[in-house]
């Protein structure tokens, strides 16, 4: 049963504005049936196109994409076009009083349909999409190379995303984007999406380097707190040999020394030490 | 608001009767079953009976019996269990519908270097019994399918594949968590080596599960430390939950035919009365031999998850294949492997009926299913335009 604050039961249960406006200005639409939800919104604009003065949505989708499109076209209403086009997906959620982080990519949605609707009006070119894949994409005005293929998701959207959301692991992007969810292949994309963004935003943010004492010292402690424990459980274990650089080289021990898939745990470490340490780290394996 | 409860593949009420059985062994009874003294031996005496009980709706003996703490442990159990007593073979086999219990573990297995063919269904939910032929071999440690899925009642030939594995010495195990209690089973006329069942499918309280292994077939604890079951699972007995699942054993055998009668045409009812009522919807695992108190059906252009919310401001409980109840962005694995196309998937729902089911809350179902599928679709962007 998912969390729902009353003001998204609400939403869902009574949801505001649904239907389609014959002479709308502008429509949205984004999602499709494969995707599992797919939203399509109506704006109306006063004589001078500048106010929306009704809005109106059909969804197909769970819960909370029904009572965040709800919201939204209640958001907008008598919203200028660049007030609008201010509404974020957060303001969405928030205006809901909060969706379950699962849930959150239903705001995007939202968000986005006013988008495309927005730049549509404006005549802003809508770029073509190639179609290869399986199920369309999910936001097709996103131009930009597919990343996820099971939901039709491009680079530049999730770059968008993941920025707009500061968003720093692939579990979150899955949750806001959908991108991810299905067969996961595209997930080592996705880490490479938000190592960019991230890399950007510390390049902003002149973030400083890291000394290589506290290096040693993080790589110290991420292994005995995320990493040796788990190998512990499977009845292995690891020890550090030495960090040299960026360098860190470890040894197995126990049911792990010999293991057919230690190759794969030595890979599993560099990825934590990355995550949690910092990017540049390589591991070796050595037998010492 | 009293619930109408037809989720029963989830979990089941505990039968009144079985709670009254267990009652006692909390607060006055509450004596170890392995103590020397008469306070605890007659716990013992009890759990015997349980013993028996549980045997009994299977058609074995006692000793063959083992609790458990739930259906999962015995399935974790089964698996690990033939892979220490068969350590040279490599290879296990398993269906892609497998509940996660065993699903889960046989493809941990696979990362640890194990062989492992998953058999597919066919779109009615059908095991591929041609591919299990081919995929069997002299390197196979175990095969485990389950009896009937649990998302769909799909019923699989489990007596012929078991005689299939035991011709490649690999042994067998079912995971039966849904058919026991639904369907009869009878193991004295099996090759089955090992069979899963879990209390809180069957009226029995949740924590409480049990393996049958037949007698002879080698076997080595997933848990140990104990004399408890014969040393085949150590861990002070959980005397009142094995008490009541006795009882839930007895009534369920008790019941059987009420089951396959009574509740399969209830659920038969509700399956054809929703079809006639709601076009564009059909039902997972129609033309399949299925369990007789589940129905999966999927309604086009809908989402599961908005039909689940608003059957429960009703009071209806029902579950669905749908990938935003589940917090994962797939659709159940289950009708991803039978083809059920995404359109479909999204908007499933099971019930799952029990013999506490009454033809009025039928009847209700019938009445509120049709126009919450109307309100879905014609708020969706789709419903409309297909359905014209």
């Known amino acids: 049963m998912w969390d729902y604050t009353s003001k998204v039961k609400d939403h869902f249960l009574n949801p505001r504005n649904v239907g389609d406006i014959p002479d709308a200005d502008a429509v949205g639409e984004v999602g499709s049936l494969a995707c599992g939800d797919a939203l399509k919104l109506y704006l109306k604009l006063d004589d001078s196109k500048e106010k929306i003065v009704d809005a109106k949505f059909q969804t197909f989708g769970c819960a909370s994409a029904i009572a965040s499109s709800s919201a939204l076209t209640e958001m907008v209403k008598g919203k200028t076009l660049d007030e609008a086009l201010a509404v974020s997906n957060q303001d969405i959620a928030e205006f809901l009083g909060g969706l379950p982080e699962e849930k959150m990519h239903c705001s995007v949605m939202g968000q986005e349909a006013l988008e495309v609707a927005i730049f549509k009006f404006r005549g802003l070119e809508v770029p073509d999409h190639d179609a290869e894949h399986d199920h369309g994409h999910a936001y097709p005005d996103y131009e930009g190379t597919l990343v996820c293929k099971c939901f039709g998701i491009t680079d530049t959207f999730l770059k968008k995303v993941i920025a707009d959301n500061h968003l720093t692991t692939s579990e979150q992007v899955t949750n806001f984007t959908k991108a991810g969810g299905a067969c996961g292949s595209c997930i080592p994309k996705i880490k490479e999406l938000i190592a960019e963004v991230l890399g950007q935003a510390k390049e902003a943010a002149t973030k400083p380097k890291l000394s290589n004492l506290k290096k040693m010292q993080l790589v110290q402690e991420v292994l005995e707190r995320d990493i040796r424990p788990m190998l512990r459980a499977d009845g292995g274990d690891l020890e550090l040999i030495d960090i040299d650089g960026d360098h860190v080289q470890i040894a197995f021990r126990k049911a792990c020394a010999g293991c057919a898939s230690s190759g794969n745990t030595a890979r599993f470490v560099e990825m934590k030490l990355r995550e949690l340490v910092y990017e540049g780290l390589h591991v070796q394996e050595v037998s010492a | ?388």
């Open chain 2, 1 to 388: 608001m009293k619930e109408i409860y037809l989720d029963n593949n989830a979990t089941t009420k505990v039968d009144e009767a079985v709670f009254e059985e267990m009652k006692p062994y909390f607060c006055e009874l509450y004596g170890n079953p392995s103590s020397m003294h008469y306070f605890g031996g007659q716990v013992q005496s009890k759990t015997t009976e349980a013993r028996k009980r549980v045997a009994d709706l299977l058609g074995a003996s006692p000793d063959e019996i083992i609790f458990t703490a739930c259906g999962t442990e015995s399935d974790n159990t089964a698996i690990r269990s033939a892979l220490e007593v068969l350590p040279d073979r490599r290879h296990i086999i398993t269906s892609r519908v497998e509940h996660p219990a065993v699903l889960t573990q046989c493809r941990n297995l696979a990362a640890k270097g194990y062989r492992v063919t998953e058999i597919g269904v066919d779109g009615a939910g059908r095991l591929n019994m041609d591919e299990y032929r081919q995929a069997v071999d002299d390197d196979t440690v175990i095969v485990s399918f389950m009896w009937a899925n649990n998302e769909t009642g799909v019923i699989f030939p489990v007596e012929e594949a078991a005689a299939i594995a035991k011709k490649n010495g690999a042994l067998f195990h079912t995971d039966a968590v849904q058919a026991v209690g639904k369907i009869p089973i009878n193991m004295a006329v099996s090759k089955i080596d090992m069979l899963s069942l879990s209390g809180h499918k069957l009226h029995a309280p949740k924590g409480i599960g049990a393996l049958y292994l037949r007698k002879g077939t080698p076997y080595r604890p997933l848990m140990v430390g104990g004399h408890q079951e014969k040393s085949r699972r150590a861990g002070t007995e959980n005397a009142a939950a094995i008490i009541a699942l006795g009882k839930a054993c007895q009534l369920a055998g008790d019941f059987m035919e009420t089951e396959n009668t009574t509740v399969k045409a209830k659920c038969n009812y509700l399956e054809k009365e929703l079809l006639a009522a709601i076009p564009h919807a059909r039902i997972n695992g129609g033309g399949a031999d299925r369990l007789p108190n589940t129905t999966s059906i999927a309604f086009e252009f809908v989402e599961g998850e908005a039909i689940l919310l608003l059957l429960s401001e009703l009071g209806i409980c029902a579950s669905s294949g749908s990938a935003c109840t589940s917090g994962s962005l797939e659709p159940s694995h289950v009708l991803r492997a039978m083809g059920v196309p995404f359109t479909c998937a999204h908007g499933s729902i099971r019930f799952s009926l029990s013999r506490y089911t009454t033809d009025a809350e039928i009847a209700t179902v019938i009445k509120e299913l049709p126009p919450i599928i109307a309100r879905l679709r014609q708020m969706s962007p789709f419903g409309r335009e297909f359905l014209k």
